[in-house]
């Protein structure tokens, strides 16, 4: 588990450039960026779905109440797996392809993470590290799927 947790984040760093340069291929209607969007984009929400099983480098929270549980243990798992849902059903809506669908239950999840970490750092200051990793991952990643929730993208 120490290998995958130390080898995620490069493999996300990777994957995410590939995806933006695919991103940007498509945009200039350069050979071979729907390619590099169905490599990378998928790999990408491989690399989130493998993170919620990675457990957090914090200090156990003082009080074993259910905030705590939900704030360590159920809430970044739940994030993690929505934010693979929302750069697949984003890539199924870059694409042009049916399976655009994951977009709603996954930026509406995302959504009401957000508020969640935000009350646990408000809540606990001593978890600003740990929750902002994850806010740094999800405000842009639900941005991104809004703007192609609201938006289909005819490239």
Same mark, same amino acid.
């Given at each position: 588990?120490?290998?995958?947790?130390?080898?995620?984040?490069?493999?996300?760093?990777?994957?995410?450039?590939? /995806?933006?340069? @695919?991103?940007? +291929?498509?945009?200039?209607?350069?050979?071979?960026?729907?390619?590099?969007?169905?490599?990378?984009?998928?790999?990408? /929400?491989?690399?989130?779905?493998?993170?919620?099983?990675?457990?957090?480098d914090?200090?156990?929270? /003082?009080?074993?109440?259910?905030?705590?549980?939900?704030? +360590?243990?159920i809430?970044?798992?739940?994030?993690?797996?929505?934010?693979?849902?929302?750069?697949?059903?984003?890539?199924?809506?870059?694409?042009?392809?049916?399976?655009?669908?994951?977009?709603?239950?996954?930026?509406?999840?995302?959504?009401?993470?957000?508020? /969640? +970490?935000?009350?646990?750092?408000?809540?606990?200051?001593a978890?600003?590290?740990?929750?902002?990793?994850?806010?740094?991952?999800?405000?842009?990643?639900f941005?991104? @799927?809004? +703007?192609?929730?609201?938006?289909?993208?005819?490239?």
């Amino acid at each position: 588990m120490k290998l995958l947790a130390k080898i995620n984040r490069p493999l996300e760093f990777i994957f995410l450039a590939a /995806a933006l340069i @695919g991103l940007f +291929f498509k945009a200039l209607h350069l050979v071979g960026g729907n390619d590099i969007l169905l490599l990378s984009m998928p790999l990408l /929400a491989l690399v989130y779905f493998i993170r919620s099983f990675i457990p957090i480098d914090a200090p156990p929270p /003082a009080e074993h109440d259910f905030a705590s549980l939900f704030g +360590f243990t159920i809430l970044p798992k739940v994030a993690m797996i929505s934010c693979a849902m929302v750069v697949l059903g984003s890539m199924f809506n870059i694409l042009n392809l049916y399976g655009d669908r994951l977009l709603f239950p996954g930026c509406t999840v995302l959504a009401i993470a957000t508020v /969640a +970490f935000i009350y646990f750092i408000i809540r606990d200051w001593a978890t600003y590290k740990v929750m902002t990793g994850y806010l740094l991952r999800i405000v842009p990643i639900f941005l991104f @799927g809004l +703007f192609h929730f609201k938006n289909p993208v005819v490239f």
